[in-house]
């Protein structure tokens, strides 16, 4: 199975911050890489898919970038309904695997 | 806009299964899949398995080979989800999700159900 490690596991920021979460595989994946944004009680959301492919209704000031083994997620602004927990998937190969989860708190 | 809506809140004795359905709203899943993810209290997520119903074919993680079977009644446009010999383990909140592409199993998912909560104790 395809490990995903994503970092930090938690991240303290302030609305219209810019901030970076970091995904890993433990193999390439080339751009198979998908990220969700999960709030509490509530399913995930789709928010960029094929690493740098924003999801329809998704707001701009979200993206992606990488390839191979590492990725990133953006978020450029952030604001008050951002702060939730991101997921990195990759969908390289079955089994389909999440990262650990990314906290973002407001500071 | 298909929606994703899934039975009701189980609660489940140790040993016993437990089954769970997806029903598409609002229209059908023509030929896109649909997958099981799972999320264990305070956890992350886990993928289990998936179906595309308009062709039968199905995947199953290896960790849950033999404890779980997805089916589909295209009669009904609804996929379900039976899980075997439960442990404790197994308490989690069961999503089902719809895939981005048609035709394919085990890519992005762009719709998500409520979610039902399964307690095994």
């Known amino acids: 199975d395809i490990q995903m490690t994503q970092s930090p596991s938690s991240l303290s920021a302030s609305v219209g911050d810019r901030v970076t979460i970091t995904c890993r595989a433990s193999?390439?994946?080339?751009?198979?890489l998908n990220w969700y944004q999960q709030k509490p009680g509530k399913a995930p959301k789709l928010l960029i898919y094929a690493a740098s492919n924003l999801q329809s209704g998704v707001p701009s000031r979200f993206s992606g970038s990488g390839s191979g083994t590492d990725f990133t997620l953006t978020i450029t602004g952030l604001q008050p309904e951002d702060f939730a927990t991101y997921y990195c998937?990759?969908?390289?190969?079955?089994?389909?695997?999440f990262g650990q989860g990314t906290r973002l708190e407001i500071k | 806009q298909v929606q994703l809506v899934q039975s009701g809140a189980e609660v489940k004795k140790p040993g016993s299964s437990v089954k769970v359905s997806c029903k598409a709203s609002g229209g059908t899943f023509s030929n896109y899949g649909i997958s099981w993810v799972r999320q264990a209290p305070g956890q992350g997520l886990q993928w289990m398995g998936g179906?595309?119903?308009?062709?039968?074919?199905?995947k199953y993680a290896q960790k849950f080979q033999g404890r779980v079977t997805i089916a589909t009644d295209e009669s009904t446009s609804t996929v379900y989800m039976e899980l075997s010999s439960l442990r404790s383990e197994d308490t989690a909140i069961y999503y089902c999700a719809r895939e981005l592409y048609s035709g394919v199993l085990g890519n992005a998912f762009d719709i998500w159900g409520q979610g039902t909560m399964v307690t095994v104790s």
């Open positions: 193999q390439s994946i080339s751009t198979y």
């Open positions: 179906i595309i119903p308009i062709f039968g074919a199905r």
């Open positions: 998937q990759q969908s390289s190969s079955i089994p389909i695997t």
